[in-house]
């Protein structure tokens, strides 16, 4: 392996993937950087400029003035932080969400056409390869907070939800069948008929593999969401996952203007109360119960959206 080598390949990567001209190769007006700011955005809903530049590891004016054309087209707003004053905190705005949304989208559709090349039996040879290169690369080094992304569910993923849900559960508390039961009934109640613009999932993924999930779907009352099937993978605890996740669907249901967001769990679910507690939710009610082949105390919580954010 030589610099020739690695130059050669990143040559001919660039070329795939349509980096030196992605504007057009996405149809859009931006560039890759710019994109990949607004990606973050995205996934990131409430972001610091200052820790914006710092996991994309770009130049302050640079940053600078990709904000300004993002502000100057309505795609975000940028109001001081709340911890700290001199740092300035960039949200994005409905349209902002919209055109994050449809860039994904694009970038899906054209990765999805490049993967649609390879046939069935090389494509574990390919994944395998890239997890090669991104193991080898990153010099073992132990998984950031940064290197985790959210995304939208792809092909299989709310199955993952249902497996994970179940053997993690079972595991951990020793739930029975029954919980799988309900977290199937919830997953394909969503699959087969949700409102994306008021319900959506979202899947945690570090190095390529799904670590976490939660869901937010309309509640009886129509201007209550409800929080549901949050969960962390054990070996990616630790990176602020969970607070990730509550944050988007905080975020999310704030912004398409619920005006409560409620959840139910039980009270052995401690560090996920402790989440939950950290966002502003307060426990209203308790119940004991039996469920799943346990001794169990129901616990309803609730958050204001209306009050001030935190």
């Given at each position: 392996?030589?610099?020739?080598?690695?130059?050669?390949?990143?040559?001919?990567?660039?070329?795939?993937?349509?980096?030196?001209?992605?504007?057009?190769?996405?149809?859009?007006?931006?560039?890759?950087?710019?994109?990949?700011?607004?990606?973050?955005?995205?996934?990131?809903?409430?972001?610091?400029a200052a820790d914006l530049r710092t996991e994309l590891s770009l130049d302050a004016g640079y940053l600078?003035?990709?904000?300004?054309?993002?502000?100057?087209?309505?795609?975000?707003?940028?109001?001081?932080?709340?911890?700290?004053?001199?740092?300035?905190?960039?949200?994005?705005?409905?349209?902002?969400?919209?055109?994050g949304k449809l860039l994904e989208e694009r970038a899906n559709e054209s990765v999805g056409s490049l993967?649609?090349?390879?046939?069935?039996?090389?494509?574990?040879?390919?994944?395998?390869?890239?997890?090669?290169?991104?193991?080898?690369?990153?010099?073992?080094?132990?998984?950031?907070?940064?290197?985790?992304?959210?995304?939208?569910?792809?092909?299989?993923?709310?199955?993952?939800?249902?497996?994970?849900?179940?053997?993690?559960?079972?595991?951990?508390?020793?739930?029975?069948?029954?919980?799988?039961?309900?977290?199937?009934?919830?997953?394909?109640?969503?699959?087969?008929?949700?409102?994306?613009?008021?319900?959506?999932?979202?899947?945690?993924?570090?190095?390529?593999?799904?670590?976490?999930?939660?869901?937010?779907?309309?509640?009886?009352?129509?201007?209550?969401?409800?929080?549901?099937?949050?969960?962390?993978?054990?070996?990616?605890?630790?990176?602020?996952?969970?607070?990730?996740?509550?944050?988007?669907?905080?975020?999310?249901?704030?912004?398409?203007?619920?005006?409560?967001?409620?959840?139910?769990?039980?009270?052995?679910?401690?560090?996920?109360?402790?989440?939950?507690?950290?966002?502003?939710?307060?426990?209203?009610?308790?119940?004991?119960?039996?469920?799943?082949?346990?001794?169990?105390?129901?616990?309803?919580?609730?958050?204001?959206?209306?009050?001030?954010?935190?």
């Amino acid at each position: 392996m030589t610099v020739h080598d690695i130059r050669a390949f990143n040559r001919f990567y660039t070329n795939v993937i349509g980096a030196l001209d992605y504007s057009r190769h996405l149809y859009a007006p931006y560039t890759l950087t710019e994109s990949r700011v607004l990606y973050e955005l995205a996934h990131s809903p409430r972001t610091d400029a200052a820790d914006l530049r710092t996991e994309l590891s770009l130049d302050a004016g640079y940053l600078s003035r990709i904000l300004n054309k993002f502000e100057q087209d309505g795609l975000i707003e940028r109001t001081a932080s709340p911890q700290d004053p001199r740092r300035r905190r960039v949200t994005l705005t409905a349209h902002g969400r919209e055109t994050g949304k449809l860039l994904e989208e694009r970038a899906n559709e054209s990765v999805g056409s490049l993967l649609s090349t390879v046939p069935a039996a090389d494509r574990p040879r390919l994944a395998e390869a890239m997890n090669t290169v991104r193991t080898i690369l990153s010099d073992g080094r132990p998984p950031r907070r940064e290197d985790v992304v959210l995304r939208e569910p792809g092909p299989g993923d709310l199955g993952w939800i249902v497996q994970r849900n179940a053997a993690l559960y079972a595991a951990e508390y020793g739930f029975n069948a029954d919980y799988e039961g309900l977290v199937a009934r919830i997953v394909a109640d969503f699959a087969e008929d949700h409102d994306p613009h008021l319900e959506r999932v979202w899947i945690a993924e570090l190095d390529g593999r799904p670590v976490g999930c939660v869901m937010v779907v309309r509640d009886e009352a129509p201007t209550t969401a409800r929080l549901r099937l949050l969960l962390v993978e054990p070996d990616a605890r630790g990176l602020g996952i969970g607070d990730r996740l509550v944050e988007a669907v905080v975020d999310f249901a704030r912004g398409v203007g619920y005006r409560d967001l409620v959840l139910w769990t039980n009270d052995v679910l401690a560090a996920a109360r402790r989440v939950y507690q950290r966002h502003g939710f307060v426990l209203v009610t308790e119940k004991p119960h039996r469920s799943f082949g346990k001794d169990l105390i129901g616990q309803d919580w609730r958050l204001d959206l209306q009050g001030t954010p935190e």
